[in-house]
């Protein structure tokens, strides 16, 4: 009986086998096989982004990219198209003037992702930006931009322009990191997130360009050169005015630091970048954001 069963089971695996070798299925496949058309503003990502620096620009949310932490709604896709030509106008191709393509074709984050609002920390401090493992940016507070925001440079700068800037700064100093001395010039001034207790004033006095900066070493870093290339001569020089004299003798050496390591690093010489991008940044009410050209 042993050998008939095993006789018997065998032929039923063999029959298992060939009837589901013949078992077609006749509904069309749930996963698409052609890819999702493109609307006219993707197309314009296309062109604008993916072409000429190998770029991903997302702005439909998607929880795999962004912080699970915080809760986000999408941005408006309007206001993203308008970030999204402020944006390649004043940061992927004011580096490019200054350095060429190939340099933001080779550094530049690999994603961007709009999101319609910013994270809110516990102490309701806004995240409006990120940069992730070197090779993503998220560009937060999307829906907050009006046609006023628009036509008011020190607003754009404060919420988009300087996170640009900051934010990447972070993946230079990722891939060529800076010099240990930066952060010994004013290493007891560093309080972790304890910075939003500091007002201006008193970080400007301490040393810090913002009360950010006294986050820590990396943060110091990003918000030097980040404030230097948006802030106006008029700007930077009030900041150390009131920053005082021992204050402005700190931030003075840390922002010698900072343009050492971008020259020698990158080849950017940061005066030239500045320059560019306030340029940019007083032609902006000139661009045309109302159309994808």
């Given at each position: 009986m042993?050998?008939?069963?095993?006789?018997?089971?065998?032929?039923?695996?063999?029959l298992?086998?060939?009837?589901?070798?013949?078992?077609?299925?006749?509904?069309p496949?749930?996963f698409?096989?052609?890819?999702?058309?493109?609307n006219?503003?993707e197309q314009w990502?296309e062109?604008?982004?993916?072409?000429?620096?190998?770029?991903?620009?997302?702005?439909k949310?998607?929880?795999?990219?962004?912080d699970?932490?915080?809760?986000?709604?999408p941005?408006?896709?309007?206001?993203?198209?308008k970030?999204a030509?402020?944006?390649?106008y004043?940061w992927f191709?004011?580096?490019?003037?200054v350095?060429?393509p190939?340099f933001m074709?080779r550094?530049?984050?690999?994603?961007?992702?709009?999101?319609g609002?910013?994270g809110?920390?516990?102490?309701?401090?806004e995240?409006?930006?990120s940069a992730?493992?070197?090779y993503?940016?998220?560009?937060?507070?999307?829906?907050?931009?009006?046609n006023?925001?628009?036509?008011d440079?020190?607003?754009?700068?404060?919420?988009?322009?300087h996170?640009?800037?900051?934010?990447?700064t972070?993946?230079?100093?990722q891939?060529k990191?800076y010099?240990?001395?930066f952060?010994q010039?004013?290493?007891s001034?560093y309080?972790s997130g304890?910075?939003?207790?500091?007002t201006d004033?008193?970080?400007?006095?301490?040393?810090?360009?913002?009360?950010?900066a006294?986050?820590?070493?990396a943060?110091?870093?990003?918000?030097?050169?980040?404030?230097y290339v948006?802030?106006t001569?008029?700007?930077?020089?009030?900041?150390?005015s009131?920053?005082?004299t021992?204050?402005a003798?700190l931030?003075?050496?840390?922002l010698?630091?900072?343009?050492?390591?971008?020259l020698?690093?990158?080849?950017?010489?940061?005066?030239?970048?500045?320059d560019?991008?306030l340029r940019?940044?007083?032609q902006?009410?000139?661009?045309?954001?109302?159309?994808?050209?």
């Amino acid at each position: 009986m042993k050998y008939l069963y095993q006789g018997l089971l065998a032929l039923g695996l063999l029959l298992g086998v060939a009837a589901c070798s013949e078992d077609k299925p006749n509904d069309p496949t749930i996963f698409p096989i052609q890819p999702e058309a493109k609307n006219a503003f993707e197309q314009w990502l296309e062109k604008n982004y993916r072409v000429p620096y190998n770029i991903r620009f997302k702005y439909k949310l998607e929880d795999a990219e962004t912080d699970l932490s915080y809760h986000f709604i999408p941005a408006d896709s309007a206001k993203t198209a308008k970030l999204a030509i402020i944006t390649k106008y004043l940061w992927f191709d004011a580096y490019a003037e200054v350095l060429g393509p190939e340099f933001m074709q080779r550094n530049a984050p690999r994603l961007l992702v709009a999101i319609g609002t910013p994270g809110y920390t516990r102490q309701r401090t806004e995240i409006i930006g990120s940069a992730d493992g070197g090779y993503k940016v998220i560009l937060g507070k999307v829906n907050s931009l009006s046609n006023e925001t628009l036509s008011d440079y020190e607003e754009m700068t404060l919420y988009y322009f300087h996170t640009m800037h900051h934010e990447f700064t972070h993946i230079l100093n990722q891939k060529k990191p800076y010099n240990t001395s930066f952060e010994q010039v004013t290493k007891s001034g560093y309080v972790s997130g304890d910075w939003i207790n500091t007002t201006d004033r008193n970080a400007l006095r301490a040393g810090f360009i913002t009360p950010y900066a006294m986050q820590d070493p990396a943060e110091d870093f990003a918000e030097m050169l980040s404030n230097y290339v948006t802030y106006t001569p008029q700007r930077w020089a009030k900041a150390l005015s009131d920053a005082g004299t021992h204050g402005a003798a700190l931030i003075t050496q840390k922002l010698a630091l900072v343009k050492d390591y971008t020259l020698s690093s990158w080849g950017l010489d940061l005066d030239e970048l500045r320059d560019v991008v306030l340029r940019r940044g007083s032609q902006i009410s000139s661009l045309e954001l109302n159309k994808l050209n």
